[in-house]
């Protein structure tokens, strides 16, 4: 257990469903993050939250939503998602964006497939 | 943000040092050096991290030439649950630090 915490750990979902995923950490961070790595793929920056507010969207897809109601838990609401949105979605912690000393601690991920 | 270069894979056997270089020509003063380890279906794991010179720790060390435009990670005597892929970052300076990861180094290692 790295301190961050996702689930579910596996989500199977038709395009038409709307399904939430969550991630928690009580690392006292204040930084979140949302990644995506598909297949033999490098991981894919989403989104970031730093004390609660968004600070980046990575030009991803509107049926993709996060939602942060606290520095220590972290939502992505899906909605209409396509086959190729399958893939591992990770969530990260620092303790801010600009913590370079430190690192960052990820959890386990959802491993996500879309029939 | 600095480009980082690496092999796509390396082959090793159980008990060997394996090192694995990155080059990140185009590091900033302030930039630092981080390696993350990610095993298949899991998100990846900080390791180690360093400006300059050498730094060690339980799992690995890491030396940085006196240019810092590349980096070495060490992995002493390796098993077969170092079988993983190995990412170099390279960043830090600026402000805000996001690192941004490119595909990595697999490593197997074989018995």
């Known amino acids: 257990e790295t301190g961050v915490t996702q689930t579910p750990r596996h989500l199977v979902m038709g395009m038409t469903n709307k399904k939430s995923l969550k991630c928690e950490q009580h690392l006292g961070h204040n930084a979140m993050y949302w990644y995506k790595q598909s297949a033999k793929k490098p991981l894919e920056l989403m989104f970031v939250?730093?004390?609660?507010?968004?600070?980046e969207n990575n030009s991803v897809p509107s049926r993709f939503s996060p939602e942060c109601p606290n520095s220590s838990h972290l939502f992505l609401h899906l909605h209409t998602l396509q086959p190729e949105d399958s893939a591992l979605y990770l969530c990260?912690?620092?303790?801010?964006?600009?913590?370079?000393?430190?690192?960052?601690?990820f959890g386990s991920g959802t491993r996500l497939t879309v029939v | 943000l600095a480009k980082t270069t690496q092999p796509i894979s390396m082959d090793s056997y159980e008990g060997q040092e394996v090192n694995i270089t990155c080059s990140h020509n185009n590091i900033a003063t302030n930039d630092y050096i981080t390696w993350y380890q990610q095993f298949p279906s899991q998100g990846p794991r900080f390791i180690i991290q360093g400006y300059k010179t050498k730094v060690t720790n339980e799992v690995a060390s890491l030396f940085i030439p006196a240019d810092r435009k590349s980096s070495t990670l060490s992995l002493p005597r390796v098993s077969l649950s170092d079988t993983a892929v190995y990412y170099c970052l390279v960043g830090g300076s600026g402000g805000s630090y996001i690192p941004t990861f490119g595909r990595g180094t697999s490593l197997i290692v074989h018995p």
């Open positions: 939250y730093n004390f609660k507010e968004q600070t």
């Open positions: 990260a912690s620092s303790q801010t964006t600009s913590d370079r000393v430190n690192g960052y601690t």
